[in-house]
């Protein structure tokens, strides 16, 4: 048995594949472990709990199957969705868990976080992430109209990506100094997160650093068990011809 963590699977109606991907991982993995964390960004865009989707209806379908079947099931929030709520914890038996969460299993203990309030270089992005965070704004802007909302989500991603095209590389990765913080103040000796999308395990003064991967032509999974952690890739592509 094992304990799985993925990240920024970006679930969108646009990427079919990754969908596809995602929900043989959950048959054909996930069942077999003994839990189960999603560190944030499952959705390209969550705009809220009442979104009557297809995609929507369909992951939280399976994540419900997994539950059933005796998996446990965590899931953090990311910058994309942030909005996951109450309602789909109850729908799909999942367990939301705050953005800094330890584990505890397999004799290993780790910090888990989505990844993006470590990048404190990023000002701009800190800046926004105040806001978006802000239990008012929030509330306000899941009172609008559902189209309403899905415009207003589609321009942050325009406005994102093109602030993202004018920020130096460096910028949007974790700054050290946090990343060593967050260690030193849960005394974890390992930190788990996505986010930057740069797949890879670090060494840092206060312990290891593992990364995850975000789901695109390959996906990224890590397993936690006795024998201690090993970060995996597959191929989206062949999965889907299965
Ligand atoms: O997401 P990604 O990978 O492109 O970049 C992130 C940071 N960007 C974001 C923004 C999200 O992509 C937007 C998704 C919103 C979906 C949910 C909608 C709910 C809204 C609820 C509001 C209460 O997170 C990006 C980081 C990058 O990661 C790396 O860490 O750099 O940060 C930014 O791009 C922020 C910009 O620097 C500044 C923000 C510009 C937005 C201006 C607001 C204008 C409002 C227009 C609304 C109509
Ligand atoms: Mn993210």
Redesign the pocket.
């Known amino acids: 048995m094992a304990t799985l963590f993925i990240s920024d699977l970006h679930l969108s109606p646009e990427r079919p594949a990754i969908t596809r991907a995602f929900l043989l991982f959950l048959q054909q993995q996930a069942s077999k472990a003994s839990a189960l964390y999603i560190l944030g960004d499952l959705f390209e865009?969550?705009?809220g709990d009442d979104d009557p989707s297809e995609l929507s209806h369909q992951v939280q379908t399976a994540l419900r199957n997994l539950c059933d079947a005796g998996v446990s099931v965590w899931v953090q929030t990311g910058?994309?969705d942030f909005?996951i709520g109450s309602r789909f914890a109850i729908n799909t038996g999942a367990s939301l868990i705050e953005e800094e969460h330890i584990v505890e299993a397999y004799g290993h203990r780790a910090l888990v976080m989505h990844g993006?309030s470590l990048?404190t270089d990023?000002r701009?992005?800190q800046r926004?992430r105040r806001h978006?965070r802000n239990p008012l704004?929030?509330f306000l802007?899941n009172r609008l109209p559902l189209k309403r909302r899905q415009r207003?989500?589609s321009?942050?991603?325009v406005?994102?990506?093109m602030?993202?095209s004018n920020?130096a590389s460096a910028i949007?990765d974790v700054n050290n100094q946090a990343v060593e913080q967050a260690l030193q103040r849960h005394n974890v000796p390992t930190l788990i997160h996505g986010?930057t999308h740069r797949p890879d395990r670090h060494q840092h003064k206060g312990g290891e650093r593992i990364v995850l991967g975000d789901w695109h032509d390959i996906g990224w999974v890590l397993r936690m068990d006795a024998s201690g952690y090993d970060l995996q890739s597959f191929k989206i592509a062949a999965v889907n011809q299965k």
């Open positions: 865009a969550w705009i910058n994309r909005l993006d990048c990023d701009a992005y926004f978006a704004w929030q802007f207003i989500a321009k942050l991603r406005k994102s990506a602030a993202n920020k949007m986010h």
